[in-house]
């Protein structure tokens, strides 16, 4: 069955620092990938998205994930974190193109202290 | 452009109880999905609407739930009856151009 790793489950960083968040999938063909993000109180939000070309997608707020196939992996980076970046993140796979439904990972939570 | 609608917002029950969710996508999005949030997992897919035939209902508990979404547009889901493992947020998601775009969720507490 198609799972996706979130391996970071509890993330804590101070200002400033950089932030690598793990995704990893299990689904050898074409995949659509996503990270989704929800901040406390708040819905889930789309924060990037990969569907095809440059494996390197830049998001919102500064965040930017690589794909690399031979590795299955979607990992999600930001150079310098913000206490306002403290959230829950979201990676997620689509790997069936005849319906946009999304498998998830568990989810890494992140907190930023200032 | 407005955003997927959901309500209630909190609902608590009590076991053997029943509830019902609504949920408004976003305008002119064919597709409409319910998924479940347990506590410390991500949302896993509960039933899939393609304006109002079902795509995917593979992962609903269909003893005890239901979904319709009877002229294309919003959509109800409900639980009778309630168990405390149904405690979860109930997300609704809508999507046109294979994004998924997700409700503020309703926070089901069975007691």
């Known amino acids: 069955a198609q799972s996706v790793s979130q391996h970071n489950h509890h993330v804590i960083l101070s200002e400033a620092a950089s932030l690598e968040l793990g995704c990893n999938y299990s689904y050898g063909g074409t995949v659509n990938l996503f990270w989704y993000v929800q901040y406390p109180g708040q819905h889930l939000q789309l924060l990037l998205k990969?569907?095809?070309?440059?494996?390197l997608v830049k998001g919102i707020k500064g965040f930017e994930a690589e794909f690399i196939k031979s590795k299955f992996s979607f990992n999600l980076r930001k150079p310098s974190v913000q206490w306002s970046d403290t959230a829950e993140y979201f990676c997620?796979?689509?790997?069936?193109?005849?319906?946009?439904?999304?498998?998830f990972g568990t989810g890494t939570r992140l907190q930023v202290f200032p | 452009e407005a955003g997927v609608a959901q309500s209630p917002r909190y609902k608590i029950i009590e076991k053997r109880q029943s509830v019902a969710f609504w949920c408004n996508p976003i305008s002119g999005h064919a597709t409409l999905y319910w998924y479940q949030q347990i506590l410390g997992q991500g949302p896993k897919l509960l039933i899939q609407?393609?304006?109002?035939?079902?795509?995917?209902d593979s992962q609903l508990p269909k003893d005890r739930f239901s979904a319709e979404r009877l002229k294309g547009v919003d959509s109800t889901l409900k639980i009778q009856p309630a168990k405390l493992e149904d405690s979860a947020v109930y997300l609704c998601a809508s999507s046109a151009t294979g994004t998924s775009f997700f409700g503020p969720g309703t926070r089901l507490t069975v007691l």
């Open positions: 609407f393609q304006n109002n035939g079902v795509v995917d």
């Open positions: 990969y569907f095809s070309g440059d494996p």
């Open positions: 997620a796979v689509n790997a069936d193109y005849n319906t946009d439904k999304l498998i």
